[in-house]
Every structure is written in structure tokens, then in C-alpha cells.
């Protein structure tokens, strides 16, 4: 059964940083696309970061380009969010997924975690 547990959620003012975490269990971690998601109340969940397998390739979301960076350690089956500069806008829940290929859309996302919150005060 996979599991994907995220972590290092929380509150932080505005320009602040937030490193988010995502242990997956049960399936085969080098070979899946990790994307992060998130969704604010009242919001369609959207798309964050993605990475492939071989960290060959990333792919952000306009509005986190240049601030976010997706990591992964394949030995460690993690894949990592860091959050700089962080404004009140991206507050949300924020969800790891696991994929085969690498895409942008919730629905391409084979395996979920629970999510953890992060919110930004102004």
C-alpha cells in the first residue's frame, strides 16, 4: 500500500521560509514523478513544483518560480519543498503526488498524502 506522509508545514510571516517534506512508502520511488500541490479555501488545487526521477528535470508553477525549489533524495524517498520568500498568498494546504510521468494536472497524479498547512501572516 503507498503512503506519501508531508511534513514541515506551519505558520511564518511574510518573507519568510518553509521547507516541506514527503516520505512515500510502498512503491518504487526512483521511478515516479513527485509533483506538489496545493489548495487554498474556496480554491481549485493547483499545481506547484514537479520532479522527475532522475532530477533531471523540474518544472514550477509561474507563481513560485524563482522562490520554491523541488529536491529529492531517492535513498531516502523523500522529495522536499523549499519555501523562500514566502507571501500570504501561498497560504494553503500543500499535498505531495506521485506520478510516472512528469505533468502538471491533479488528475494525471496516481498517489496522494493527507497534506500539511501552511499559512503566511502579512
Known amino acids: 500500500q503507498v503512503h506519501l506522509v508531508e511534513s514541515g508545514g506551519g505558520l511564518v510571516q511574510a518573507g519568510g521560509s518553509l521547507r516541506l517534506s514527503c516520505a512515500a512508502s510502498g512503491l518504487t520511488f526512483s521511478s515516479y514523478t513527485m509533483g506538489w500541490f496545493r489548495q487554498a479555501p474556496g480554491k481549485e488545487r493547483e499545481f506547484v513544483a514537479a520532479?522527475?526521477?532522475?532530477?533531471?528535470?523540474?518544472r514550477y508553477a509561474d507563481s513560485v518560480k524563482g522562490r520554491f525549489t523541488v529536491s529529492r533524495d531517492n535513498a531516502k524517498n523523500s522529495v522536499f519543498l523549499q519555501m523562500d520568500s514566502l507571501k500570504p498568498e501561498d497560504t494553503a494546504v500543500y499535498y505531495c503526488a506521485a506520478n510516472r510521468v512528469l505533468t502538471s494536472v491533479p488528475n494525471d497524479y496516481d498517489y496522494w498524502g493527507q497534506g500539511t498547512q501552511v499559512t503566511v501572516s502579512s
Open positions: 520532479i522527475t526521477w532522475a532530477t533531471k528535470f523540474t
